[in-house]
T-cell receptor, first 114, second 114 residues
Framework: DGGITQSPKYLFRKEGQNVTLSCEQN?????MYWYRQDPGQGLRLIYYSQIVNDFQKGDIAEGYSVSREKKESFPLTVTSAQKNPTAFYLC?????????????FGSGTQLSVL | AQSVTQPDIHITVSEGASLELRCNYSYGATPYLFWYVQSPGQGLQLLLKYFSGDTLVQGIKGFEAEFKRSQSSFNLRKPSVHWSDAAEYFC????????????FGTGTKLQVIP
């Protein structure tokens, strides 16, 4: 079945540590996105990539980094510069051709600070 | 820039009762409008979308939404709620140019009681 796989489902970060969240898709989609979800705040865009080897900052990129070396993969690194990383992180993808298309989501990673 | 408001944080309905979830947007022109649903600990799934044409839009799982330009609203409705509809519902508004330009609302959590 085609879809988006996020791993791990739960992740714990120690003080000063960088952690990487995995996102893989087999939908052959060009565009991929990372969102952060906090209770009562909806989804906020962290980074997006419309094509391999290219990505752009979203609304809350500070303290995060990404790479897009393969079409299928869009990992997110939460760096030690992100002082409040506890949140639910969602990866999504789309064909990237229009805004009115469907966005496909992974099942998310819950990141907590130890 | 566009914005979206979901005034109800939490709604409780009885199984079999009708449902209406409110969504108001702010944008100068006709936007793209979406409703997504999220089960606990999961990603989001598209219920329906509007970008032009008939202002009454049918979606999956028996949901519908009506675009009312005069009221800047895109309310979600279902005539008879099932226990499996308990979830969080997000309205989103976008403009042309890709999903990086989509703004999500803060969500409405639906509880269904027997």
């Amino acid at each position: 079945d085609g879809g988006i796989t996020q791993s791990p489902k739960y992740l714990f970060r120690k003080e000063g540590q960088n952690v990487t969240l995995s996102c893989e898709q087999n939908l052959n989609h060009d565009a991929m996105y990372w969102y952060r979800q906090d209770p009562g705040q909806g989804l906020r865009l962290i980074y997006y990539s419309q094509i391999v080897n290219d990505f752009q900052k979203g609304d809350i990129a500070e303290g995060y980094s990404v790479s897009r070396e393969k079409k299928e993969s869009f990992p997110l690194t939460v760096t030690s510069a992100q002082k409040n990383p506890t949140a639910f992180y969602l990866c999504a993808s789309s064909t990237g051709q229009t805004t009115n298309e469907k966005l496909f989501f992974g099942s998310g990673t819950q990141l907590s600070v130890l | 820039a566009q914005s979206v408001t979901q005034p109800d944080i939490h709604i409780t309905v009885s199984e079999g009762a009708s449902l209406e979830l409110r969504c108001n947007y702010s944008y100068g022109a006709t936007p793209y409008l979406f409703w997504y649903v999220q089960s606990p600990g999961q990603g989001l799934q598209l219920l329906l979308k509007y970008f032009s044409g008939d202002t009454l839009v049918q979606g999956i799982k028996g949901f519908e939404a009506e675009f009312k330009r005069s009221q800047s609203s895109f309310n979600l409705r279902k005539p008879s709620v099932h226990w499996s509809d308990a979830a969080e519902y997000f309205c989103a508004v976008g403009v042309s140019g890709g999903y990086q330009k989509v703004t999500f609302g803060t969500g409405t959590k639906l509880q269904v009681i027997p």
